[in-house]
């Protein structure tokens, strides 16, 4: 099942998939993905799969059950997809039902999209979401790359260190023209090399840390 909501009668250059659980990190995956859509005029796709024991467990209770749910499903899409920028040039609302990944890998190849866009809920740790997440599967099956919105208000893993605070501000005030901090530098705790592209500012572009 599928809606279309057209914005303009042009075609777009590329095609951006969106799936959406109406959990509460959907309207943000979604208004990220409607930014990547209007920067780079490209065609959005909103996907939302209505699992199989969902369907199951209403269809033992009647028929209606499963109307009463795709029709549920299909005005909460329609809700969020009003709450997007007028500048998305085409989109499109879909409804499915199976396993989640594969619905979604499937539209994605059915539409030839260039870019699939997931959000995961874990909170903490990496190894919960290659364990059961929707977001890991599509790692594997979409005929596309796959990006997991991960918003920044979520805990880093516990061996990522915190940015600088010195560092960000000297990024803020040089409008990034300079990423490090004075101590840093200097000498920075984890030694790298970087290569600016067009050559930067001050003692040359290849600065060893």
Known sequence: ?????????????????????????????LSYAAELAVSAGTELHVVHVLADHDVAAVQGERAIGVVNLATDAHQKLANLAADLPSMVARMFLHLATGHVDVEIAQLGSDISADLIIVGTRARSGFERFLESSVAANLLRLAPCPVLVYRPKSVPTWEQIVPPCPDCLEAQRASGRTRLWCDRHSERHPRAHTYHETPDGFGMGSLTFR
């Open 1 to 29: 099942m599928n809606n279309v909501t057209s914005r303009q009668d042009n075609p777009s250059k590329s095609v951006i998939l969106v799936g959406i659980d109406f959990q509460a990190l959907s309207k943000e995956v």
